[in-house]
């Protein structure tokens, strides 16, 4: 029996971009700022000197405000046109290695490690478009806040596809891990408690994602096998 | 890792189409990092068409988007598809800002190769590019069969190259699926999507399964099936359509129409879907809808290939029923000024409906004896313009015209299934719903053995007898697709010294001109195809 599509109140909607908006204008500011900040400085011959860490701040920033348009749009088509999941066969590894080379600039600006570990021959069924919106961001964040490593991998256990994200930094607030309890509910109080358009959209995705009875979900944790956060998706 | 080196990409043609110029700057010099040498830029629908035209590419990237004068990309790959621009080796990446599936996959017919969400990167763009370049290899002795129109050989090599790649074992079901219902071969198709269904409720498996359940007839599943896709996938369009296909078999006008307004909503742009909601809507008196789907056919069929004098003919029509004499004449103006067409035959017909609604019985008819006249002169006369004839000969009570018309258009097209349905709700119209019946029964039986006939003829080896007898055949139904594709057939396997006799070139050549004039491509068109230029090229082997 498939639960309504509607699933959260439609009064949530417009918080949701009312939050996201903040949100935008939050990094978009610090671009402009940065921005401003560089220009103060004295040209070279080859025009203004930055470093890499500010690069990786300028991309992580923009790559934030387009994360979260992408993410609102999906949730608007979700919401008003009944946008479901089109499931198709996806080849995981290379999945999650494009999510590594969409994340490229930041890798190297940071100097973070990325690895992979999956098999090749790992297939599995999901919506790849609404995933990958899911799975880009979450490398993008993790890429922020890791001390040095981030690790992809992807198994099968108990007939779902878990996909970590870990990494080696301090590890989730503790706000951001109450999302764990709160799936069930899709409510206002879930959404606008400190965890973000983010990790909503996340568990939308992964709770539209069916197969028979079962749903997907995420979880995070602290820990892992690198130290610092983990963050699994897990799809049916 | 894989072998598509720079080198390999510097071999490749490429072709950029996008209306951002920024963009298109910005791709070209991703490529060249990449290795790409041979890179040419359109910046509309209508510029790709015309490099399309005269060049071949390997590789195109395509935005879904290109500007308010356009076509978008998916109308483009379809009229490219069509029109076999690009064939089953080009790579077609659509780029878009979208990040649903729905509106960059399309219907299951026209889907392109690949998709893009902008903003990419340049790691992103090579390694999507080497992924599909490395399919392409596995997979080119299959496309090669598929481009050479031998399906039967290339489902055969779906099932070894899903040996040797287990990897891409679902894709090539996937393909040899779709090859399968071209083919007409329903029971295989529907083992092999329920065997997928088994184990996951697969988007493409779950269409494939209720379309063969259709065209086999079987309307009560296939209505299950797709109503089960759309309460799943609200944006499913095909499936629309599909119930909106069976509502009309089953005679229930008012759902058909509801499906297709649903349909519609999610997806304005397809002409031929708002064609038929226009129909379907007049036929059930719904004129303010009738009108504005004619007024979005005209407007979507713009600056595509679907553009046709009869849209206006339509919406001039409908106008004419609402009693809007003054629009119905602007319409026809417009189309006269835009098709330059003066004596168009599409337009006198309306010109004959808006004198009858005048009372003009004798001018009416005055226009229709000379259109009837053309009827049986002209071959090139669309099927859905001769049904709104015969309509008009019916409504004006000129009966014994109206049904020879259909019967000639029934000949004609014995084995189209929805011309027989606009047939058959003609004559249940005007009350004549079993004379219908009987008339059609009759016509697809002398059709039958007409064919028959001259197969057996074939099968003797009596080739010469054959080609005479589908030629006399001809002459009586032109435009019949059987009778065509049989007479092709009998010619490619007669010797040599008959198929190059001048007259039986001409006449390969008018039939294969008519298959290519069809809306819906036969099958076995491009295998038809090579055959012929095989022979007109002196290369066929006997």
């Given amino acids: 029996m498939n639960t309504p599509h509607n699933s959260h109140p439609p009064a949530l909607f417009p918080a949701i971009l009312a939050s996201s908006i903040h949100d935008m204008k939050n990094s978009l500011g610090m671009v402009l700022s940065s921005i401003d900040g560089i220009v103060e400085r004295k040209p070279t011959d080859h025009g203004y000197l930055l470093t890499l860490e500010e690069v990786a701040r300028l991309r992580y920033e923009a790559a934030r405000v387009n994360d979260n348009l992408m993410q609102l749009l999906s949730l608007y088509r979700i919401e008003n046109s009944h946008y479901r999941p089109m499931i198709n066969e996806v080849f995981v590894c290379e999945f999650l290695d494009e999510a590594i080379a969409s994340n490229h600039a930041i890798i190297q600006s940071y100097g973070i490690e990325a690895q992979l570990h999956c098999q090749e021959e790992l297939n599995w069924y999901f919506d790849p478009m609404l995933v990958s919106g899911v799975i880009n961001n979450v490398v993008t964040n993790s890429l922020r806040y890791t001390s040095s490593r981030v690790e992809l991998s992807a198994t099968v256990e108990d007939e779902y596809l878990s996909i970590r994200i870990e990494d080696n930094g301090s590890g989730f607030p503790p706000a951001m891990l109450a999302v764990n309890g709160y799936q069930e509910q899709t409510s206002i109080d879930f959404y606008s408690g400190q965890t973000g358009l983010g990790l909503y959209f996340s568990a939308i995705v992964a709770k539209l994602h069916r197969n028979g009875e079962r749903c997907g979900s995420i979880r995070l944790s602290n820990g892992g096998r690198l130290g610092g956060g983990c963050f699994e998706l897990l799809l049916p | 890792m894989s072998d598509i080196t720079p080198e390999a990409i510097a071999e490749k043609r490429f072709l950029i189409i996008d209306d951002f110029d920024q963009f298109r700057q910005y791709l070209r010099q991703l490529l060249r990092s990449i290795g790409a040498t041979q890179i040419e830029i359109a910046q509309d629908g209508k510029q790709a068409i015309e490099l399309l035209q005269s060049h071949h590419y390997d590789v195109i990237y395509c935005d879904y988007n290109l500007g308010p004068g356009s076509k978008d990309g998916q109308q483009l790959l379809e009229e490219a598809r069509q029109r076999r621009l690009i064939n089953e080796l080009t790579i077609f990446i659509m780029v878009t800002v979208e990040n649903a599936m729905d509106m960059v996959m399309g219907a299951m017919e026209f889907r392109p190769n690949d998709y893009l969400a902008k903003p990419f990167n340049k790691q992103l763009l090579r390694k999507r590019l080497v992924r599909q370049m490395e399919h392409q290899q596995v997979l080119q002795p299959l496309l090669l069969l598929q481009r050479d129109g031998n399906l039967p050989q290339a489902i055969e090599l779906c099932d070894l190259l899903a040996e040797e790649n287990p990897h891409y074992a679902l894709s090539l079901q996937h393909q040899k699926g779709m090859m399968l219902l071209k083919l007409d071969r329903y029971g295989e198709a529907i083992s092999l999507f329920q065997s997928i269904l088994y184990s996951r409720p697969i988007g493409w498996a779950q269409m494939g399964l209720a379309e063969s359940l259709y065209a086999q007839g079987d309307l009560e599943r296939a209505e299950g099936i797709f109503t089960k896709i759309i309460r799943d996938n609200p944006s499913m369009v095909t499936a629309y359509d599909y119930l909106a296909q069976i509502k009309w078999r089953q005679e229930k006008l008012a759902e058909a129409e509801a499906y297709l307004l649903k349909a519609v909503n999610v997806s304005p742009k397809k002409v031929q879907r708002q064609e038929w909601l226009a129909r379907i809507a007049l036929q059930n008196e719904h004129i303010e809808l009738a009108e504005s789907a004619a007024r979005a056919v005209i407007s979507y069929a713009t600056n595509s290939i679907h553009e046709n004098i ?187 010294r008959v198929q190059l006799l001048s007259e039986n070139i001409e006449l390969a050549r008018t039939c294969m001109q008519r298959l290519q004039k069809q809306t819906y491509p036969h099958p076995k068109l491009p295998l038809l195809q090579s055959q012929l230029n095989k022979i007109l090229t002196g290369t066929a082997t006997p």
């Fill in chain 2, 310 to 496: 009869n849209h206006y003919a339509r919406l001039a029509t409908i106008q004419a029923r609402r009693g809007d004499e003054l629009g119905a004449s602007e319409t026809m103006a417009l189309a006269r000024r835009q098709f330059r067409e003066e004596g168009s035959p599409t337009l006198k017909l309306v010109q004959a409906n808006l004198k009858y609604k005048r009372g003009d019985l004798a001018g009416a008819s005055a226009i229709l004896d000379e259109l009837d006249l053309l009827s049986r002169s002209r071959e090139d006369l669309l099927a859905e313009f001769l049904l709104s004839l015969a309509d008009t000969e019916l409504m004006v009570d000129r009966r014994s015209e109206g049904k020879a018309l259909l019967e000639r258009i029934a000949e004609n097209h014995h084995d189209d299934d929805r011309i027989l349905e606009e047939i058959h709700y003609l004559f249940r119209k005007y009350g004549m719903d079993d004379e219908g019946r009987d008339m059609v029964e009759r016509v697809k039986q002398r059709i039958i053995e007409l064919n028959n006939h001259g197969v057996a003829m074939a099968r003797k080896g009596n080739m010469s007898g054959a080609l005479q007898h589908f030629r006399g055949a001809l002459e009586k139904m032109p435009n019949n697709v059987t009778i065509n594709v049989n007479t092709l057939q009998v010619l490619f396997r007669a010797e040599e």
